[in-house]
């Protein structure tokens, strides 16, 4: 069982930096990433952005949201779906939690609508976990987690998990985006940037035959 002391919190200045990069490169990913209807809320001015340089805490620049028990469920989740292997680690080894809580609690707009989203998700998975297991989310056997999320992922979830199902796929789609924003995340799927090179051998032949170069 997780208590605080296993939870401890990303430098907010990484946490910041993070979620900032990242709302740009998922932006191209997916645009519809972007598209959580924020209801009611009205756009207001929310200052200026963070300034990079300085060193943030907690409860500087805009109020984290998520409280202990919800950090606890975002932790599980996100292993759930993003869980360590041999070469990799999982979503929370690398701050995904800390990336999300980031996200949600910023007051920009675009993340109005992922906010409650996320808040109304977790109360309703940890209420879900009770009921079918007599225990919270994140005090779940892995294969419990696991039924619960299949459920939530199916191709054409029942009706009652209709609208959990939509907080699903939005929260998969962020651990996911953070997860692969991250350097560990970028060697996971092979991405190396811009690296120097001394010579440039020129495009593979398997990439010139498939577009009929050679």
């Known amino acids: ?73 975002t932790r599980a989740l996100c292993d759930v779906i993003m869980p360590a292997d041999e070469t990799s680690p999982s979503a929370s080894a690398v701050g ?39 225990k919270a989310f994140p005090d779940l056997a892995l294969e419990q987690q696991t039924a619960i999320c299949s459920d939530l992922a199916a191709a054409k979830p029942q009706p009652a998990h209709k609208k959990a199902a939509t907080f699903f796929k939005r929260f998969r789609d962020l651990t996911a985006g953070g997860y692969y924003t991250t350097p560990e995340g970028m060697k996971a799927i092979g991405y190396v940037g811009n690296m120097p090179s001394g010579t440039f051998e020129g495009p593979p032949i398997e990439a010139l035959k498939h577009v009929g170069l050679a």
């Open 96 to 134: 995904v939690p800390d990336f999300i809580d980031e996200w949600i609690s910023s007051p920009y707009p675009a993340q109005a609508g992922d906010r409650r989203l996320v808040l109304e998700g977790l109360q309703w998975i940890d209420q879900e976990a009770n009921t079918r297991f007599g």
């Open 1 to 73: 069982m997780s208590t605080p002391d296993d939870l401890p919190r990303m430098d907010r200045r990484k946490a910041l930096q993070w979620m900032l990069t990242a709302t740009a490169t998922m932006a191209v990913r997916d645009p519809n990433l972007f598209a959580a209807d924020p209801g009611p809320i009205k756009a207001q001015g929310y200052g200026p952005d963070p300034v990079m340089v300085k060193v943030y805490k907690p409860g500087d620049v805009w109020p984290l949201t998520l409280a202990e028990p919800q950090r606890r469920t």
